[in-house]
């Protein structure tokens, strides 16, 4: 059994400020050990859980947070930020179960360090009409490669937006939201154990009993910037359009179509 693993940082527990989320920060350190240790957690629980093959993919801001020389030895690691399917770069139909560890709520909904993928441009995205946040478009893009996403750890805002995309996806719940910057926090040892034993478990059940979260058809993508100059810049790219000031609309193929899409408005908008 191959499992992949999408780790974030904002998700982990612990992390509830912004000195801990990149290199400038003077608790990025403290931080980024804390992540490997969550992410060791799941690969351990994927192991003893039936997995012969786990594929790590660090997927916060640089996407060089893991600590590779801490990382359980059986485990690969995609690690940089030039990657087609961002947080989901490696999936593909040979995996049979999706784990992402260290997840967050989407923007402006309450939860520890909410946002959508890049805070500073993204205010809003939505599917086939639908608010997604990184949750929601990474589990559509494993979908997509018929792969259920089967466990998600994060805070308990996190896991509502879980437990709403699918009910059948077990959370483990690292930390209560307080505020945007504050959270009740379990013990890391504590985290550890929930995250392995709830992976084992899920797992020897059999993923296949957890339906894989699809878009079918075409996708219309809708982005909504922080301001208009952002998303005039967006409309740079052929086949979108602007549905007011500051949203700009595009129909794709798919929802691979779609991320892509996503990633060339985004880029165009924070320039």
């Known amino acids: ?43 351990k629980g ?30 690969r690691l995609i690690t940089g930020s030039q990657k087609h399917l961002g947080m989901m770069q490696g999936i593909d139909n040979t995996f049979e179960a999706v784990v992402l560890v260290g997840y967050h709520a989407r923007h402006n909904t309450a939860g520890v360090l909410s946002h959508s993928y890049h805070g500073g441009v993204i205010n809003k995205i939505c599917l086939n009409g639908r608010a997604v946040g990184e949750l929601e478009f990474n589990s559509y893009i494993a979908g997509y490669y018929n792969v259920p996403v089967v466990l998600v750890s994060g805070d308990d805002m996190m896991a509502e937006q879980a437990k709403a995309l699918n009910s059948e996806i077990e959370t483990v719940i690292v930390k209560n939201a307080v505020s945007r910057y504050t959270a009740n926090c379990l013990h890391p040892n504590k985290i550890h154990k929930l995250i392995e034993k709830r992976l084992k478990q899920v797992l020897k059940e059999g993923p296949k009993t957890v339906d894989s979260c699809k878009l079918e058809g075409p996708v219309e993508l809708e982005v909504t910037f922080t301001n208009s100059g952002m998303a005039e810049n ?12 500051n949203v700009v609309k595009y129909l794709a193929k798919d929802v691979i179509d779609a991320f892509k899409v996503f990633l060339i408005l985004t880029t165009l908008g924070a320039k």
């Open 1 to 43: 059994m191959k499992v992949y693993i999408s780790a974030d940082i904002e998700g982990i527990g612990g992390v509830v400020d912004r000195s801990q989320l990149s290199h400038e920060g003077y608790d990025y350190n403290r931080a980024r050990k804390l992540m490997t240790g969550e992410v060791n957690a799941a690969i």
């Open 46 to 75: 994927a192991i003893s859980g039936g997995a012969n093959e786990v594929l790590v993919n660090d997927s916060h801001g640089p996407m060089t947070n893991l600590l590779i020389e801490e990382l359980h030895e059986d485990a």
């Open 234 to 245: 967006a409309l740079l790219m052929p086949g979108s359009e602007m549905v007011s000031p």
